[in-house]
């Protein structure tokens, strides 16, 4: 079974600065995706940020990139000129490319701060 | 609606009573997702619908938990007989289903549950 491992509980970042989340995953599976939701206090999850493992070329989304790496199994987002509103829990997720498997797996998430 | 909607928002109840908690998914979406998230913890799956096919149970945590989705559209988890570790965020989630490369699932608020 797949496992997501997010190493950092909790991040903290001054306001404008960068900041990088870290999550690396298990899979014996050489076709899947990746994604970074986030969770305000509103407790609604949002999708931030995915990459399909087939593209080397590394997702963007505005002030959120990752950094795949994908021998090492490792899913880094980077959130750059961090801002107030980025303060929330931030999941990664991994779900399989293989057919009858659309589930979801999460990690425990990290908790990010902005201070201002 | 637009969104994900899910009812009630906060449930308390008593130890041994059973609860429903429903989702209304996003018109169109086949797809749909129940996950259960504890308190410091990540996203626990529960169960996936997907159109007309059989349900993936295989996260229910026991035979307390039953889900079903009427007419491809609203969903009820109950969980009966509760126990105080039942306490937890109850989050719905549907999608467009299986289409390739998608994966993004659309969160509802969820609704927060408390056995005492």
């Known amino acids: 079974a797949q496992t997501v491992t997010q190493s950092q509980p909790e991040m903290s970042v001054q306001e404008a600065e960068t900041v990088t989340l870290s999550c690396t995953y298990d899979?014996?599976?050489?076709?899947?995706?990746l994604f970074w939701y986030k969770q305000p206090p509103s407790r609604q999850m949002i999708l931030v940020i995915r990459?399909?493992?087939?593209?080397?070329q590394n997702a963007t989304e505005n002030r959120f990139s990752v950094n795949f790496q994908k021998a090492a199994k490792s899913f880094s987002l980077k959130i750059s000129d961090s801002q107030l509103g980025d303060a929330a829990m931030y999941f990664c997720?991994?779900?399989?490319?293989?057919?009858?498997?659309?589930?979801?797996?999460f990690g425990k998430g990290t908790k990010l701060t902005v201070n201002p | 609606g637009a969104g994900v909607s899910q009812s009630p928002s906060n449930k308390v109840t008593e130890k041994g009573k059973d609860v429903e908690l429903r989702c209304d998914p996003i018109s169109g979406h086949t797809a749909l997702y129940w996950y259960r998230q504890s308190l410091g913890q990540g996203l626990e799956f529960l169960i996936y619908?997907?159109?007309?096919?059989?349900?993936?149970k295989s996260g229910l945590p026991s035979d307390r938990f039953s889900a079903e989705r009427t007419g491809g559209s609203v969903s009820t988890l109950t969980i009966q007989r509760t126990q105080q570790e039942d306490s937890a965020v109850y989050l719905c989630?549907?999608?467009?289903?299986?289409?390739?490369?998608?994966?993004?699932?659309?969160f509802g608020e969820g609704s927060r549950l408390t056995v005492l």
């Open positions: 619908f997907q159109g007309n096919s059989a349900p993936d």
């Open positions: 997720a991994y779900r399989s490319a293989q057919g009858g498997s659309e589930k979801l797996v």
């Open positions: 989630a549907s999608s467009v289903g299986t289409v390739p490369g998608t994966g993004e699932l659309f």
């Open positions: 990459q399909e493992a087939y593209k080397q």
């Open positions: 899979t014996s599976e050489s076709d899947y995706y």
